[in-house]
């Protein structure tokens, strides 16, 4: 405004100062000479000029100069349209007298542009002279530019802004301070049903309805907690967006406020997403992880959560933990096949769960057997849902391609008290008591109790069992060795490889107080490689510097039904620098009985490999002597039972020289075990046994002892035995 004003006086003045010239000249009164008029055209910042009436220069002042940026001289050589730009030129009109033409326009300057308003005036009476006046607008420009830049500025980002929250994933909303709706991107369209047009200016609770999952009823939106606290809120668990249409998302959701750089309040924004089918998959997976798949039922882990619940409890008494074990299902599943042993599996899950409560929890804790709690349930209550559930299971004709199968089920119940807080404590009590019930006839209802002798002694396995887990992994094991000793002067040593444990307490435990228990849990094949590492990979340089040993190795028969076996000991054997040669493998007479096709490839497999073979325990049964024209065996050891008493029972020693009789017969060499009494020796030497085995020879001692004596070469080159 300032330098409008300042124009347009210096335009008035030397518009006064014209038409007072004019009358002095006219009257030839003079007011105000040629020096005054000079001096107001020098002195005003307003640039000026005289142009004849076809727009030539005439005169101009120093404001004028200063704006064209160049000297008059330079000034004149240009004709006045040629210093601006040639679109706003060519709108240029030269006025009449008594007429004016003002705009805005560009005026060439320093290589570009400049803004300025320019005003032609016709002077009356000046002969069709022109004034021309100029006042630079640059300024006024570069402001209306820079807001004009600011702004588009703040609509690209706005734009890109919008354009961000309509592509993410999540859904947006804002709000005023007054919560209500400013904003919604595509998203929150989706899943409010509202479009944004309509929901603006709307209440959040209106467009953004939450509603409880259990009641459905609506709840406060997390805009206003954020709106009054001032702080970031999440939605409560439980809550569900309802949707226009009335559909249910589940949704995880938090509501911030907004504050401008001043710390005003300026409303809230809501950002949240639709997890409906996350929360179901992660229903299903969490469903998966605590149920059978087979079943539907309970899985282990997941009754065992349960179990740890109830122990957990106040007032847990009166509640019972059942173990159920399927009788003759085992049939089932190896002659009708493992489809048909699925489909039995499931129609019993349906019959017991037909026999129980709502509340109680049923679960398939793997193969045939199955878990239920039976909830706050006095034992004899217990008792009598269990017999009811063995009569519904033995009741089920199984129909399988065109065979009927029926089975059974053993039970034991375990009472959760006030002395049972540990759950492994409560399975193996269970587990003890059905398999009690299995042991005393199937189809039986056993409840566990600390003074029953058979449960006690099969809790005391279980625990050993478990215990033989933890000892494996601390190498509380400790190898053996006792002297099998040739009647034959010169023949070579053996030694027979015995296993003792290693108790937390530092006692030696024999092998009848855990061998048992390893052999009832499927421990023995562990325990079986945990021997023959240390024999052939830990110790295997040192017994082979013993020249002359050789050792014979007990296998059990789960280790002989363990396809991975052979390849598990030809790994070994071409490891250790101990000779197969010295190696011979022990297995019972019970043990060839009993799994006659698996051992037959098993033992020709070890002869192959240049390893020997030992029955042990022959003649338990008595009915071996077919056995021995299947089977390729090296020694035959007599069971101790007819040694022991040999000086004292005919029989006995009628017994011992027929099985010496016919192994030699089928070049088997034999060995008496349980040698005790010095005075056997002649008695066997003369009935024709090869090897004799006892405490009369040699008394189990551990390995590094054998290692200390240094035996070396002096190994076999004992004096005869007389």
Same mark, same amino acid.
């Given at each position: 405004?300032?330098?409008?004003?300042?124009?347009?006086?210096?335009?008035?003045?030397?518009?006064?100062?014209?038409?007072?010239?004019?009358?002095?000249?006219?009257?030839?009164?003079?007011?105000?000479?040629?020096?005054?008029?000079?001096?107001?055209?020098?002195?005003?910042?307003?640039?000026?000029?005289?142009?004849?009436?076809?727009?030539?220069?005439?005169?101009?002042?120093?404001?004028?100069?200063?704006?064209?940026?160049?000297?008059?001289?330079?000034?004149?050589?240009?004709?006045?349209?040629?210093?601006?730009?040639?679109?706003?030129?060519?709108?240029?009109?030269?006025?009449?007298?008594?007429?004016?033409?003002?705009?805005?326009?560009?005026?060439?300057?320093?290589?570009?542009?400049?803004?300025?308003?320019?005003?032609?005036?016709?002077?009356?009476?000046?002969?069709?002279?022109?004034?021309?006046?100029?006042?630079?607008?640059?300024?006024?420009?570069?402001?209306?530019a820079d807001l004009l830049q600011k702004q588009d500025?703040?609509?690209?980002?706005?734009?890109?802004?919008?354009?961000?929250?309509?592509?993410?994933?999540?859904?947006?909303?804002?709000?005023?301070?007054?919560?209500?709706?400013?904003?919604?991107?595509?998203?929150?369209?989706?899943?409010?049903?509202?479009?944004?047009?309509?929901?603006?200016?709307?209440?959040?609770?209106?467009?953004?309805?939450?509603?409880?999952?259990?009641?459905?009823?609506?709840?406060?939106?997390?805009?206003?907690?954020?709106l009054q606290g001032l702080q970031v809120c999440f939605?409560?668990?439980?809550?569900?967006?309802?949707?226009?249409?009335?559909?249910?998302?589940?949704?995880?959701?938090?509501?911030?406020?907004?504050?401008?750089?001043?710390?005003?309040?300026?409303?809230?924004?809501?950002?949240?997403?639709?997890?409906?089918?996350?929360?179901?998959?992660?229903?299903?997976?969490?469903?998966?992880?605590?149920?059978?798949?087979?079943?539907?039922?309970?899985?282990?882990?997941?009754?065992?959560?349960?179990?740890?619940?109830?122990?957990?409890?106040?007032?847990?008494?009166?509640?019972?933990?059942?173990?159920?074990?399927?009788?003759?299902?085992?049939?089932?599943?190896?002659?009708?096949?493992?489809?048909?042993?699925?489909?039995?599996?499931?129609?019993?899950?349906?019959?017991?769960?037909?026999?129980?409560?709502?509340?109680?929890?049923?679960?398939?804790?793997?193969?045939?057997?199955?878990?239920?709690?039976?909830?706050?349930?006095?034992?004899?209550?217990?008792?009598?849902?269990?017999?009811?559930?063995?009569?519904?299971?033995?009741?089920?004709?199984?129909?399988?391609?065109?065979?009927?199968?029926?089975?059974?089920?053993?039970?034991?119940?375990?009472?959760?008290?006030?002395?049972?807080?540990?759950?492994?404590?409560?399975?193996?009590?269970?587990?003890?008591?059905?398999?009690?019930?299995?042991?005393?006839?199937?189809?039986?209802?056993?409840?566990?109790?600390?003074?029953?002798?058979?449960?006690?002694?099969?809790?005391?396995?279980?625990?050993?069992?478990?215990?033989?887990?933890?000892?494996?992994?601390?190498?509380?094991?400790?190898?053996?060795?006792?002297?099998?000793?040739?009647?034959?002067?010169?023949?070579?040593?053996?030694?027979?490889?015995?296993?003792?444990?290693?108790?937390?307490?530092?006692?030696?435990?024999?092998?009848?107080?855990?061998?048992?228990?390893?052999?009832?849990?499927?421990?023995?094949?562990?325990?079986?490689?945990?021997?023959?590492?240390?024999?052939?990979?830990?110790?295997?340089?040192?017994?082979?510097?013993?020249?002359?040993?050789?050792?014979?190795?007990?296998?059990?028969?789960?280790?002989?039904?363990?396809?991975?076996?052979?390849?598990?000991?030809?790994?070994?054997?071409?490891?250790?620098?101990?000779?197969?040669?010295?190696?011979?493998?022990?297995?019972?007479?019970?043990?060839?009985?009993?799994?006659?096709?698996?051992?037959s490839e098993v033992l020709i497999w070890l002869r192959?490999?240049?390893?020997?073979?030992?029955?042990?325990? =022959?003649?338990?049964?008595? @009915?071996?002597?077919?056995? +021995? %024209?299947?089977?390729? !065996? &090296? #020694?035959?050891?007599?069971?101790?039972?007819?040694?022991?008493?040999?000086?004292?029972?005919?029989?006995?020693?009628?017994?011992?020289?027929?099985?010496?009789?016919?192994?030699?017969?089928?070049?088997?060499?034999?060995?008496?075990? =349980?040698?005790?009494?010095? @005075?056997?020796?002649?008695? +066997? %030497?003369?009935?024709? !046994? &090869? #090897?004799?085995?006892?405490?009369?020879?040699?008394?189990?001692?551990?390995?590094?002892?054998?290692?200390?004596?240094?035996?070396?070469?002096?190994?076999?080159?004992?004096?005869?035995?007389?």
């Amino acid at each position: 405004m300032g330098i409008w004003l300042a124009a347009a006086i210096a335009a008035g003045a030397l518009l006064l100062f014209l038409r007072y010239r004019h009358a002095r000249n006219a009257s030839q009164q003079p007011i105000c000479d040629d020096d005054c008029y000079r001096l107001a055209m020098n002195h005003t910042g307003v640039g000026m000029a005289m142009l004849t009436a076809d727009g030539q220069w005439q005169e101009c002042n120093p404001a004028m100069s200063r704006l064209c940026g160049m000297p008059p001289e330079r000034l004149y050589q240009h004709t006045f349209t040629d210093l601006f730009h040639a679109e706003d030129a060519a709108l240029f009109s030269l006025p009449q007298e008594g007429q004016s033409f003002s705009r805005e326009v560009r005026l060439r300057r320093d290589g570009g542009w400049h803004w300025v308003r320019l005003s032609l005036t016709g002077i009356e009476g000046g002969k069709g002279c022109l004034l021309m006046e100029m006042a630079s607008t640059q300024r006024s420009h570069d402001v209306e530019a820079d807001l004009l830049q600011k702004q588009d500025h703040l609509a690209c980002e706005s734009e890109q802004l919008r354009v961000t929250l309509d592509a993410i994933a999540d859904a947006v909303l804002a709000t005023d301070e007054a919560g209500r709706i400013t904003f919604m991107n595509p998203v929150a369209e989706s899943l409010t049903g509202w479009k944004e047009q309509d929901a603006v200016g709307r209440p959040v609770e209106e467009v953004f309805k939450l509603v409880d999952d259990s009641s459905g009823e609506t709840q406060v939106s997390p805009v206003s907690a954020a709106l009054q606290g001032l702080q970031v809120c999440f939605l409560r668990d439980g809550n569900r967006l309802r949707s226009r249409d009335g559909t249910l998302y589940e949704i995880q959701d938090s509501a911030s406020p907004l504050r401008a750089d001043d710390g005003r309040l300026m409303g809230a924004v809501v950002v949240f997403r639709d997890i409906t089918s996350n929360r179901a998959m992660q229903e299903a997976l969490d469903f998966q992880a605590t149920h059978d798949a087979l079943t539907g039922l309970t899985n282990r882990h997941g009754f065992e959560i349960a179990l740890q619940q109830s122990l957990s409890e106040e007032g847990r008494e009166g509640s019972i933990l059942c173990f159920i074990n399927l009788d003759r299902f085992k049939v089932v599943n190896d002659t009708a096949g493992h489809v048909a042993g699925d489909a039995l599996l499931r129609e019993c899950a349906g019959v017991i769960g037909h026999q129980i409560r709502d509340d109680d929890v049923l679960a398939r804790l793997g193969g045939d057997e199955f878990g239920l709690l039976l909830r706050h349930c006095p034992v004899e209550r217990a008792r009598y849902i269990a017999e009811r559930l063995i009569d519904a299971l033995d009741a089920i004709r199984f129909n399988w391609e065109e065979a009927v199968y029926s089975i059974g089920a053993s039970v034991g119940l375990v009472e959760l008290g006030d002395g049972l807080t540990s759950l492994e404590d409560a399975m193996s009590r269970a587990d003890v008591a059905c398999y009690t019930a299995k042991q005393q006839g199937r189809g039986l209802v056993v409840v566990y109790s600390a003074e029953d002798s058979d449960t006690s002694r099969r809790h005391m396995e279980l625990q050993m069992a478990a215990s033989l887990r933890e000892s494996l992994e601390a190498d509380r094991f400790e190898l053996y060795v006792q002297e099998i000793r040739a009647l034959a002067e010169g023949d070579a040593g053996h030694f027979e490889v015995l296993l003792r444990l290693r108790g937390r307490d530092g006692d030696v435990i024999s092998p009848a107080a855990f061998i048992p228990a390893a052999e009832r849990y499927q421990m023995m094949p562990h325990i079986d490689r945990w021997v023959l590492r240390q024999l052939l990979q830990v110790r295997g340089e040192e017994l082979a510097a013993l020249t002359g040993l050789n050792l014979a190795i007990n296998l059990s028969a789960t280790t002989l039904d363990d396809p991975g076996f052979p390849d598990y000991l030809a790994g070994l054997l071409q490891e250790t620098p101990l000779a197969a040669e010295r190696l011979t493998f022990e297995i019972t007479e019970t043990t060839v009985v009993n799994q006659m096709g698996s051992v037959s490839e098993v033992l020709i497999w070890l002869r192959e490999q240049g390893c020997k073979v030992a029955l042990d325990d =022959f003649g338990s049964g008595f @009915s071996s002597f077919n056995y +021995l %024209k299947h089977f390729k !065996v &090296d #020694y035959l050891k007599i069971d101790g039972s007819f040694v022991r008493n040999l000086m004292r029972s005919s029989v006995d020693h009628t017994i011992v020289e027929s099985i010496n009789e016919v192994a030699h017969r089928l070049n088997i060499k034999t060995v008496a075990e =349980f040698v005790e009494d010095m @005075s056997l020796i002649p008695l +066997l %030497k003369d009935t024709g !046994v &090869d #090897y004799v085995q006892g405490y009369a020879i040699g008394r189990p001692e551990p390995l590094d002892t054998l290692f200390k004596r240094h035996l070396g070469a002096a190994l076999g080159a004992h004096p005869p035995l007389h």
